[in-house]
C-alpha cells in the first residue's frame, strides 16, 4: 500500500455490515464517522479522524430511504473534501435513481444523471456499483467508473446446486445482455422473458422465447423491489419449464409485496446480495443472501495499488 496516501475505508448508515465485511477483508479497521438527523430532518456529518492525503474509500448504497441516503453521501464526500484527502472513490453498490437514466415522456428529469453532476461537482475521484440497471449511465461520468457485477458470486453459488438441465432466463428484453454473461460464463442455454411494462410497478409477460421444456429455470434481474417478476413466472411453467424456479437477482429492494409473492409454490429459491442490507423483518425461508464483500475489498485494493481493475469488469 502507499506509504505516503494510505488506504482508509469510511461508510455511511444505509450497510454497515457489508462495509465491516470490506473492512476485514483487506484487514483494515473502518473508520470513525457518525451520521446524525437532526429534529428538523436535516442530516449532520462528522468525520473522527484525520484524513490529510489518504485515499478514501467511501461506502453508501442508497436503498430506501433513497433521498437521505443520498444527501448523506453528498455530505461526507465535501467534509472528504475540505478534509483534504488526496482521493475519495465512492463505492455505491446499489446506485440511486438507476431507472430514470433518460427521458421515456416529454418534461421529464433526467435524474441519473443529475446525481452524477452532484457526485462529481462535489470532488469524487471515481465511482464503483454494482450491476447497474443502465449500463448508459457510466457515460454521464467524466471521472473513472467501475461498473461491477455480481455475476462471478452468483455463477459460483449455482455451480454448487445440484439442479437439473438447467437455463438461465432474462426477466426482460433490458436483461438479455446480464443474463447472456451468465449463460456464457456457465455454459447454459439462454432464454428470454417477453414482457411489456404497464406501470412503474405493473408488467405483462407476452411470451418466452428459447427452448425450456422440462428444465429447470435460474431467471437472472438486476434488482427486486415490488416483485413484479414474480408473478409473472407462470409463462415459464406454462411453456414447459419445471415448476422449481430461481431467481438470481442482485439488488434486494424486497418491498413488502416482493415478500409476499414468495410464497409462490412455483418459486423455490431467490438468491439476491448484500448489495443492501437485509433487514431481520425482510428475511424469509426462500431468500439466500450473498456476501459481494470479497469482490469489493479486491477491487478497492487493486485500485490503490494502481492495478488493474479489467478483468473483474469483462463479466460486466
Given at each position: 500500500?502507499?506509504?505516503?496516501?494510505?488506504?482508509?475505508?469510511?461508510?455511511?448508515?444505509?450497510?454497515?455490515?457489508?462495509?465491516?465485511?470490506?473492512?476485514?477483508?483487506?484487514?483494515?479497521?473502518?473508520?470513525?464517522?457518525?451520521?446524525?438527523?437532526?429534529?428538523?430532518?436535516?442530516?449532520?456529518?462528522?468525520?473522527?479522524?484525520?484524513?490529510?492525503?489518504?485515499?478514501?474509500?467511501?461506502?453508501?448504497?442508497?436503498?430506501?430511504?433513497?433521498?437521505?441516503?443520498?444527501?448523506?453521501?453528498?455530505?461526507?464526500?465535501?467534509?472528504?473534501?475540505?478534509?483534504?484527502?488526496?482521493?475519495?472513490?465512492?463505492?455505491?453498490?446499489?446506485?440511486?435513481?438507476?431507472?430514470?437514466?433518460?427521458?421515456?415522456?416529454?418534461?421529464?428529469?433526467?435524474?441519473?444523471?443529475?446525481?452524477?453532476?452532484?457526485?462529481?461537482?462535489?470532488?469524487?475521484?471515481?465511482?464503483?456499483?454494482?450491476?447497474?440497471?443502465?449500463?448508459?449511465?457510466?457515460g454521464f461520468f467524466n471521472v473513472p467508473i467501475d461498473p461491477l457485477s455480481a455475476l462471478?458470486?452468483?455463477?459460483?453459488?449455482?455451480?454448487?446446486?445440484?439442479?437439473?438441465?438447467?437455463?438461465?432466463?432474462?426477466?426482460?428484453?433490458?436483461?438479455?445482455?446480464?443474463?447472456?454473461?451468465?449463460?456464457?460464463?456457465?455454459?447454459?442455454?439462454?432464454?428470454?422473458?417477453?414482457?411489456?411494462?404497464?406501470?412503474?410497478?405493473?408488467?405483462?409477460?407476452?411470451?418466452?422465447?428459447?427452448?425450456?421444456?422440462?428444465?429447470?429455470?435460474?431467471?437472472?434481474?438486476?434488482?427486486?423491489?415490488?416483485?413484479?417478476?414474480?408473478?409473472?413466472?407462470?409463462?415459464?411453467?406454462?411453456?414447459?419449464?419445471?415448476?422449481?424456479?430461481?431467481?438470481?437477482?442482485?439488488?434486494?429492494?424486497?418491498?413488502?409485496?416482493?415478500?409476499?409473492?414468495?410464497?409462490?409454490?412455483?418459486?423455490?429459491?431467490?438468491?439476491?446480495?448484500?448489495?443492501?442490507?437485509?433487514?431481520?423483518?425482510?428475511?424469509?425461508?426462500?431468500?439466500?443472501?450473498?456476501?459481494?464483500?470479497?469482490?469489493?475489498?479486491?477491487?478497492?485494493?487493486?485500485?490503490?495499488?494502481?492495478?488493474?481493475?479489467?478483468?473483474?469488469?469483462?463479466?460486466?
Amino acid at each position: 500500500m502507499s506509504k505516503y496516501h494510505p488506504l482508509r475505508l469510511f461508510s455511511g448508515t444505509a450497510n454497515e455490515p457489508l462495509a465491516q465485511e470490506i473492512a476485514q477483508h483487506l484487514r483494515i479497521t473502518l473508520g470513525k464517522c457518525t451520521t446524525t438527523h437532526l429534529p428538523d430532518s436535516e442530516i449532520h456529518v462528522q468525520i473522527y479522524e484525520p484524513v490529510r492525503e489518504h485515499d478514501i474509500f467511501f461506502l453508501q448504497s442508497c436503498s430506501a430511504p433513497v433521498n437521505d441516503h443520498l444527501m448523506e453521501l453528498l455530505l461526507y464526500v465535501d467534509a472528504f473534501r475540505r478534509a483534504s484527502a488526496h482521493s475519495i472513490t465512492v463505492v455505491v453498490p446499489y446506485f440511486p435513481y438507476g431507472r430514470q437514466e433518460r427521458m421515456s415522456k416529454g418534461r421529464e428529469a433526467v435524474s441519473a444523471k443529475v446525481v452524477a453532476n452532484m457526485l462529481e461537482s462535489l470532488g469524487v475521484n471515481r465511482v464503483i456499483y454494482m450491476d447497474i440497471h443502465a449500463a448508459a449511465i457510466q457515460g454521464f461520468f467524466n471521472v473513472p467508473i467501475d461498473p461491477l457485477s455480481a455475476l462471478p458470486v452468483m455463477a459460483e453459488y449455482f455451480r454448487q446446486q445440484d439442479l437439473a438441465d438447467p437455463v438461465i432466463v432474462a426477466a426482460d428484453v433490458g436483461r438479455a445482455k446480464l443474463a447472456g454473461k451468465y449463460a456464457e460464463v456457465m455454459g447454459l442455454p439462454l432464454v428470454l422473458m417477453h414482457k411489456r411494462r404497464t406501470s412503474f410497478e405493473a408488467v405483462k409477460t407476452t411470451h418466452v422465447v428459447g427452448e425450456i421444456a422440462n428444465r429447470t429455470p435460474i431467471v437472472i434481474d438486476d434488482m427486486i423491489a415490488s416483485g413484479s417478476v414474480l408473478t409473472q413466472l407462470e409463462a415459464l411453467v406454462e411453456a414447459g419449464a419445471k415448476p422449481e424456479i430461481h431467481l438470481a437477482i442482485t439488488h434486494p429492494i424486497l418491498l413488502p409485496s416482493a415478500l409476499q409473492r414468495l410464497n409462490h409454490p412455483y418459486i423455490k429459491e431467490l438468491v439476491v446480495t448484500n448489495t443492501i442490507y437485509v433487514p431481520p423483518e425482510k428475511q424469509h425461508p426462500k431468500l439466500t443472501v450473498l456476501s459481494v464483500a470479497k469482490l469489493l475489498a479486491d477491487v478497492i485494493l487493486r485500485i490503490h495499488e494502481g492495478r488493474s481493475v479489467s478483468s473483474l469488469l469483462e463479466l460486466t
